[in-house]
T-cell receptor, first 113, second 108 residues
Framework: SQTIHQWPATLVQPVGSPLSLECTVE??????LYWYRQAAGRGLQLLFY??????ISSEVPQNLSASRPQDRQFILSSKKLLLSDSGFYLC????????????FGSGTRLTVV | AQRVTQPEKLLSVFKGAPVELKCNYS??????LFWYVQYSRQRLQLLLR??SRESIKGFTADLNKGETSFHLKKPFAQEEDSAMYYC??????????FGKGTKLSVKP
């Protein structure tokens, strides 16, 4: 069966420090991968998505970047965190069949201090 | 524009009362719509898809193209239904577009 893993679960980082959040999917190949940010009162905002290795699409301009070095690995990064980067980050995948929706990871709570 | 609107941030009902979580969408073409639920300390998970016309945990949602709505309903709410509910639309780019969510609180 397919599973999605995200880590770490929580992270507290000082302003100006780098960030690396990792997401991996098991049990499938060539998944579509997504990074969302969930903020109270603002719902889920799509940050990046990838349909293949090295293919990244950005939905919103921001202080973050994403990379897909392997088929089932998706990384969210920042060189210098801002206070406004605090939030709950969710990774998700689907097989490319939109009608089945997405499967989400357990999320990472990032607090920038 | 492709958009999902959930007008209620918070919905509070008593156990056994009917529940309706509202969702309206904006999309040109045939929409694919979903309801996701996030229970406390759990991951966001798919509740139901309109294309399946299914009932999960007593919840149903009917697509009304005339009103561009996909409201989530349950005739008798249970305390364990308390959670955050998100309506989502599959956009033309293949990306899920979410509403801002409604927090359902079911009181004993």
């Amino acid at each position: 069966s397919q599973t999605i893993h995200q880590w770490p679960a929580t992270l507290v980082q000082p302003v100006g420090s780098p960030l690396s959040l990792e997401c991996t999917v098991e049990g499938t190949s060539n998944p579509n991968l997504y990074w969302y940010r969930q903020a109270a009162g603002r719902g889920l905002q799509l940050l990046f998505y990838s349909v293949g290795i090295g293919q990244i699409s950005s939905e919103v301009p921001q202080n973050l970047s994403a990379s897909r070095p392997q088929d089932r690995q998706f990384i969210l990064s920042s060189k210098k965190l801002l206070l406004s980067d605090s939030g709950f980050y969710l990774c998700a995948w689907n097989s490319g069949q939109g009608r089945y929706g997405y499967t989400f990871g357990s999320g990472t709570r990032l607090t920038v201090v | 524009a492709q958009r999902v609107t959930q007008p209620e941030k918070l919905l509070s009902v008593f156990k056994g009362a009917p529940v309706e979580l509202k969702c309206n969408y904006s999309y040109s073409g045939s929409p694919e719509l979903f309801w996701y639920v996030q229970y406390s300390r759990q991951r966001l998970q798919l509740l139901l898809r309109h294309i399946s016309r299914e009932s999960i945990k007593g919840f149903t949602a009917d697509l009304n193209k005339g009103e561009t709505s996909f409201h989530l309903k349950k005739p008798f709410a249970q305390e364990e239904d308390s959670a955050m509910y998100y309506c989502a639309l599959m956009g033309s780019q293949g990306n899920l577009i979410f509403g801002k969510g409604t927090k359902l609180s079911v009181k004993p």
